[in-house]
């Protein structure tokens, strides 16, 4: 029944778009822990420099693991594209929105290379910031501190895993602050993973709606029996 496999398909996206938040949400969870004064202070504690390398280590960690789930991403919509899942025009409102959303997108190609990079090649060299800044830039308002991480993205353009117009990207911006440049970039795949699957759900309602129909009255069946 072509339901079933229709049914299996989204399951399993849905299954992989929640691992790929929880790592999202972890990763942005641990870059916003520097707004708290005392771990920052805890952190850049000058006779404790390992609670520093520490923290990155951590952070370093939870990018790897978003950057894995990023390239799965996109393989397994890639899958649904070879599978004929993604068809008529549905398949024609999803190359319109990939095209919009991240074939140009730098921070999401960084992303795709980036995953090699880890892999098979070397961990990408972070670092903790602090600024100390007049609150709204007047030199009567008091100062706000603030901590951020940033990768050096320009040492990694010669890796052969990145496409070149990532390279120049990362020319120039040779220095990311990682926590804003991902704030945007999740709200982007946020609101094409919500699109995708109401648009699937539609597209396919008919071989879906037919598919758990027989599936409901196949547990019927099985779990019913005669009272005489």
């Not at 999401?108 to 070397?122: A, D, I, S, T």
Request: aromatic content about 10%.
């Amino acid at each position: 029944m072509p339901g079933s496999s229709l049914f299996d398909s989204l399951h399993q996206l849905a299954r992989l778009l929640r691992i790929l938040r929880a790592n999202a949400e972890d990763l942005v969870r641990e870059l916003a822990r520097l707004d708290d004064v005392d771990t920052m202070l805890a952190i850049w504690k000058r006779d404790e420099p390992q609670q520093l390398e520490n923290y990155l280590d951590g952070v370093e960690r939870r990018l790897y693991n978003f950057a894995a789930a990023v390239h799965s991403r996109v393989d397994y919509y890639r899958v649904l594209v070879n599978s004929g899942h993604i068809d008529g025009a549905l398949a024609t409102e999803y190359r319109r929105r990939c095209d919009v959303a991240f074939t140009n997108e730098p921070v999401h190609l960084w992303l795709l290379g980036l995953r090699g990079y880890m892999l098979h090649y070397r961990l990408p060299r972070s670092l903790a910031r602090m600024n100390l800044s007049r609150q709204d830039g007047t030199v009567s308002s008091p100062f706000v501190m603030r901590s951020h991480v940033t990768v050096m993205t320009v040492e990694m353009v010669n890796y052969s895993g990145f496409k070149s117009r990532t390279k120049h990207w990362m020319r120039e911006n040779p220095e990311i602050d990682l926590r804003e440049e991902l704030s945007g970039y999740l709200v982007r795949l946020d609101e094409f993973d919500q699109w995708f699957g109401r648009a699937f759900v539609e597209h396919h309602a008919i071989a879906l709606e037919a598919y758990l129909a027989a599936r409901e009255e196949a547990i019927r069946s099985r779990f019913s029996y005669p009272l005489d």
